[in-house]
Every structure is written in C-alpha cells, then in structure tokens.
C-alpha cells in the first residue's frame, strides 16, 4: 500500500482524495480546497463498486488519515465534504472541515457494503475534528445504528493540516 504526506488538492473537478480496493496506507497532512466544479473532498470506497468485492477472504480499505482540512464553498452549497462507503473503514486524526452542507457521509448496508460496522466495531471513527459553517456533521445512510458520539470524538479540538511542518516555500489558498 502506499503511504503519502502534504497533500495540497485545489480546485479540483472530482474528488480530491480517492481510494478503493483495500487502501490501507497512511495520509498525512491533506489540505483540500473546493472550487465550483468541485465534487467531495473525500470518496472512499471498501472495495471497486464497478466490479464489487471479489477478494477472498473480504477485504476493505482501511487508511489511516491525520491533519486533514477539507475547505469548501459554504454550507449553502449542498456538497459533502468526504463521503465513506462500500464498507470503507478508516482511523481520521486531528480533522477540520469547514463550508459544507454536509461533513460526513456514510453509505452502505448491513449485507455486502458494510460501513456502518465499521463505526460500531471501533475500525471507521475520528478523533479531535473541528467543524465550521456545517449544517450536519455525520449523515448515516448504512443501516446500522450509532449515534454522531460513535462516530466522532474530540469534537471542537481539531487543527487540521499542520502547515508549520511543510516548509517555507509551500504556500496554501
């Protein structure tokens, strides 16, 4: 798997961060800035919905995400910032998402695409994340019941990317 750190994604017309078919590296400090056209800041795929899960054992992705902004239009807008489904697990650290309709959605269902699991078996969370001009933080369509206190942790102590470590010549939008 591959692992990768300062992420600068600007004005993109799809999504900014995309993974699938069992991505478990680790990203480390993602800055993420929509434009107009943009789509989600995140997309996450367990597996190839265009193909479905044809590894045996299963498996899903499950990265490690730390020091992530995601920056969008405003909550008028009606994006998501990051959409998880088709059973994506995932560990997010130090998060903030700022300009969106909505910050979390989780996609899936109880059977083949089961990202609502991950939340109640500990493997998809965030811990420390800060959340501006956000009509609704987390938006379960999976099935499973969890409260937004299962999914997310440290709500109101996320910094985001840490743009002191980056260096002096990298600047940010």
């Given at each position: ?13 799809d ?15 993602v ?15 367990g ?46 650290k ?64 996320g ?15």
């Amino acid at each position: 798997t591959v692992n990768a750190s300062y992420i600068s994604v600007v004005n993109a017309q799809d999504d900014s961060v995309d993974w699938t078919e069992g991505f478990s590296g680790t990203l480390t400090n993602v800055y993420v800035k929509h434009g107009s056209e943009h789509d989600k800041g995140i997309e996450a795929d367990g597996f190839n919905t265009d193909i479905g899960n044809n590894s045996n054992p299963l498996f899903f992705s499950k990265p490690t995400v730390e020091n992530l902004t995601i920056k969008g239009l405003g909550s008028g807008t009606g994006n998501e910032a990051v959409r998880l489904r088709a059973g994506t697990q995932g560990i997010f650290k130090n998060v903030l998402i700022e300009g969106f309709e909505e910050a979390f959605d989780l996609d899936g269902d109880q059977g083949d695409s089961p990202t609502g699991a991950g939340v109640t078996s500990g493997d998809l969370h965030v811990t420390d994340a800060t959340f501006t001009d956000i009509i609704t933080k987390l938006k379960n369509d999976t099935g499973v019941t969890f409260t937004e206190g299962d999914f997310i942790s440290g709500d109101g102590n996320g910094t985001g990317t840490d743009y002191a470590s980056w260096g002096t010549l990298w600047t940010r939008q």
